[in-house]
């Protein structure tokens, strides 16, 4: 099945000059959604880990079924204000703005070995901010998964050192 199909691009959202890639297609279609689900957790089969981690919202999307398919847990990084217990943050840029992430202090022990996933590698900036998070807690990331990668952005370079794996590319 050719994913990409289920990938629509909007011109101009939320600002002038990015293209917009967006996933609702795809999740829309039980075959498509299912297909790329199972494509990203084959990828991670021999990868040793404890914890899904998603970043919201639409890594919530990708990660959350992926735990429940490979039976790990889920441990959400979350916009500011969200997240009721006690939080350590993270600022950062994005393709469009700044922003600033969350996770609960409690949510990883030192050790825990951990996927990070999230829609889609712009600029590196999210993930590479979830990646801090996920270490300043003693936390091991041993796969970073995307649906989607906009290669010309060069967010890998961010990355180097991880195992870093996006269904579809661009
Ligand atoms: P970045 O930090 O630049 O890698 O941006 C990644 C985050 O911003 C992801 O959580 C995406 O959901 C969102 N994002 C950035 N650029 C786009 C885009 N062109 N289309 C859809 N989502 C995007």
Known sequence: MDLKKFIRDIPDF?????????ITPLLKDAEAFNEAIDRIIEQYRDTE??????IEARGFLIGAPMAI????????????????????SKDYDLEYGSNKIEIHRDAISPG??????????????????AVELVEELGGQVTGIGFLYELSELNGRELLEGHNVFSLMKE
């Open 14 to 22: 939320p600002k002038e000059g990015i293209i917009f890639k967006d």
């Open 49 to 54: 880990f404890d914890y899904i981690v998603g």
């Open 69 to 88: 398919k490979m039976g790990k847990g889920f441990i959400p990084i979350r916009k500011p204000g969200k997240l009721p217990a006690e939080i350590i």
């Open 112 to 129: 825990d070995k951990v996927l990070i996933i999230d829609d889609l590698l712009a600029t590196g900036g999210t993930i590479a901010a």
